[in-house]
C-alpha cells in the first residue's frame, strides 16, 4: 500500500469498512481462500479431495449436525470446506428427523427453531435433559 497516496488509502478504508459493515468482508475473503485452494487443487500441490475411509456411524453423525449447525448459522462456505474435508456426504437437506432419532430426541416446536447442535447442548448444559431451557 506504500504506493497508494493518503486519498487513495482513505478510499481503501472507507470501501473496507463498508464492506465489513454490511457482513461482506469475511464473505469475499472466504471467496479468495476458496479460490486459491482450487487452484492448488488443480495444479496438483495440495489435495483436499482424496477419498475418505468409511467413517464410523457416530463420525458421521457429528459431522451432519456440525454441517447442519453452520449451514444455520450461514456459514456456507466453510461448511462446503468442511463437507470436502471431512468426506462427509450430505444428501440434500440432512434428514433432521434421522438425526433426532439417532440422538433419541424428540422435536418439537422450541426444538425445530434451533440446530440439533444447539439443543443437544443446551440440554447437556442444563443436565435434566429440560427441552423448556431453549425459551430463553
Known amino acids: 500500500m506504500e ?6 488509502e482513505e478510499l481503501f478504508k472507507a470501501v473496507k469498512q463498508s464492506l465489513i459493515d454490511n457482513s461482506l468482508w469475511n464473505n469475499l475473503i472466504s471467496n479468495v481462500e476458496t479460490e486459491i485452494i482450487k487452484l492448488f487443487e488443480e495444479k496438483g500441490t495440495i489435495s483436499t479431495s482424496n477419498i475418505k475411509p468409511q467413517q ?3 463420525i458421521e453423525l457429528i459431522n ?9 448459522m ?3 462456505l466453510t461448511n462446503s470446506v468442511f463437507m470436502k474435508e471431512s468426506g462427509t456426504e450430505i444428501k440434500v437437506k440432512t434428514n433432521r428427523k434421522y438425526m433426532a432419532s439417532q440422538l433419541d430426541l424428540e422435536d418439537n416446536d422450541k426444538t425445530l427453531r434451533l440446530p440439533l447442535l444447539t439443543v443437544l447442548l443446551t440440554m447437556f448444559k442444563n443436565k435434566d435433559g429440560d427441552k423448556e431451557a431453549l425459551d430463553d
Do not use: Q, V
Open 3 to 8: 504506493a497508494m497516496g493518503k486519498t487513495d
Open 56 to 58: 464410523p456411524e457416530m
Open 64 to 72: 451432519k449436525l456440525i454441517f447442519e449447525y453452520m449451514d444455520w
Open 74 to 76: 450461514g456459514y456456507k
